[in-house]
C-alpha cells in the first residue's frame, strides 16, 4: 500500500518477526525514505500484558488486554521435546460449548491478524531473553533452535475463541507462522483447533492446510448437540466427511479428535465403543482432555479411572489415544 518495492515488505517482515525489532529507527538496511514513511504511518507494539503468570513446571500465562474491557490469554508451554504457545483467535467465543469457560462468557469480537500474530512475536521475543526458557532450549534443543534460535516450536490456535469463525485474520496470521522470513514454522507444529466449521474446514485445506484438531466431546449427535452447539448446523456426519477431505490436504495422515472427559456425561464404555464406529473410516488418533472445572460449568471431572477404562477401549481398538496432562495448575 506504500508503493514499495516488494523486497522492502520483505526485508521488514525480517525485522520484525525474525529478529523481533521494534523500533523502526534500528532497521538499519531499510531506506532512510522508507523508515521517515513508516515511523509516519506504522506503529510495532505488543498487546499490554494484564497479567503474567509463572508456574511451578514452567508454563507461562498472559491475559492480555485487546481493549474495550476484552481481554484474551496466552500460554507458553514447555516441555522436553518442544515449547509450545497456545493463542487465542477471539475475544470470547459464539460456540458456546457448554463445558467451556469462554463459551459461557459470550462473544466480544474477532481479533485482526495482528492482534493473533502479535501473540507469537510478544511470547517467542520475549522468552529469547528468559534465561528459565533459554536453559530449557540449551538442554533439549527444538528443532531449527541452532540456526533460528527459535523458542517456540510449536504452535496451538486453542486459546479463547474459534479460529474458523475468524478465517481470513487467522490464516494471515498462519502464513506468517510457516514463513521462512518470519517464524518459518512447520506446518506439522501449527494447530488448529476447530469445534467443526464444515466449510471453512474445506477452505483451509486449500488456503493453508496445517494440523487440524476437532473438538469432538461427544460420539452421537444427540449429546454433541448439547455440549458443542455448532453441531445442530454442522452434524457428525457433516463433520467426519469433512475431516476425510481434509486429511490429503493435512500435514500428516492423520487428524487429532479432541475429546473432554466429563463425568458420567460422555464418558462411559458405551460412549467409547460408539466413538470407535463414528471415525471408522478417518485415520485419526484421540486426545483426552479431563475438563477443566469452572465455578457453576454444572460439570465435573471425568474420575481418573473411567479416563483409564475409556482409553484402553480406544487402544484395543488400535488407535494412539494420548491424555492430556494438565499443566500450570498452581
Ligand atoms: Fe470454548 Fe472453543 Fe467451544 Fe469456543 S469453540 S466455546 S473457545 S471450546
Request: hydrophobic letters at 40%; proline letters at 5%; aromatic letters at 4%.
Given at each position: 500500500g506504500l508503493n514499495e518495492k516488494p523486497f522492502r515488505a520483505k526485508q521488514l517482515m525480517q525485522w520484525i518477526h525474525q529478529r523481533g525489532v521494534s523500533n523502526i529507527n534500528d532497521m538499519s538496511d531499510l531506506a532512510k525514505s522508507f523508515r521517515a514513511t513508516l515511523l509516519d504511518k506504522a506503529e510495532i507494539l505488543s498487546l499490554p500484558v494484564i497479567k503474567d503468570e509463572h508456574a511451578q513446571d514452567g508454563t507461562r500465562k498472559w491475559l492480555l488486554d485487546v481493549g474495550a474491557c476484552n481481554a484474551v490469554e496466552s500460554v507458553y508451554i514447555p516441555e522436553d521435546d518442544r515449547g509450545t504457545l497456545c493463542i487465542s483467535?477471539?475475544?470470547?467465543?459464539?460456540?458456546?460449548?457448554?463445558?467451556?469457560s469462554t463459551g459461557h462468557q459470550g462473544f466480544s469480537r474477532n481479533l485482526s491478524s495482528g492482534e493473533i500474530i502479535g501473540q507469537l512475536w510478544f511470547a517467542e521475543h520475549l522468552l529469547r531473553n528468559d534465561p528459565d526458557a533459554v536453559r530449557r532450549i540449551e538442554k533439549y534443543p527444538t528443532p531449527g533452535w541452532e540456526h533460528t534460535?527459535?523458542?517456540?516450536s510449536n504452535v496451538v490456535m486453542m486459546g479463547m475463541g474459534e479460529p474458523l469463525l475468524n478465517y481470513d485474520n487467522v490464516v494471515s496470521a498462519l502464513r506468517l507462522m510457516l514463513d521462512d522470513r518470519a517464524y518459518g514454522l512447520s506446518r506439522r507444529r501449527v494447530t488448529v483447533s476447530t469445534s467443526g466449521v464444515v466449510p471453512m474446514i474445506d477452505r483451509l485445506a486449500q488456503d493453508c492446510p496445517v494440523a487440524l484438531a476437532v473438538?469432538?466431546?461427544?460420539?452421537n449427535d444427540k449429546l454433541r448437540d448439547e455440549l458443542v452447539p455448532i453441531n445442530r448446523k454442522y452434524p457428525l456426519q457433516e463433520l467426519m466427511a469433512a475431516c476425510k477431505r481434509y486429511l490429503p490436504y493435512a500435514p500428516r495422515d492423520f487428524l487429532t479428535f479432541e475429546y473432554c472427559m466429563l463425568d458420567g456425561v460422555n464418558d462411559s464404555f458405551d460412549h467409547a465403543k460408539q466413538l470407535i464406529d463414528l471415525v471408522r473410516n478417518v485415520p485419526c488418533k484421540f486426545n483426552l482432555i479431563p475438563f477443566n472445572p469452572f465455578p457453576n460449568s454444572g460439570y465435573e471431572t471425568s474420575r481418573a479411572d473411567n479416563i483409564r477404562r475409556f482409553r484402553d477401549v480406544l487402544m484395543q481398538a488400535g488407535y494412539v489415544v494420548t491424555t492430556r496432562k494438565t499443566r500450570g495448575d498452581d
Open positions: 483467535s477471539q475475544a470470547g467465543c459464539a460456540v458456546n460449548c457448554r463445558f467451556c534460535g527459535r523458542v517456540i473438538s469432538l466431546h461427544a460420539p
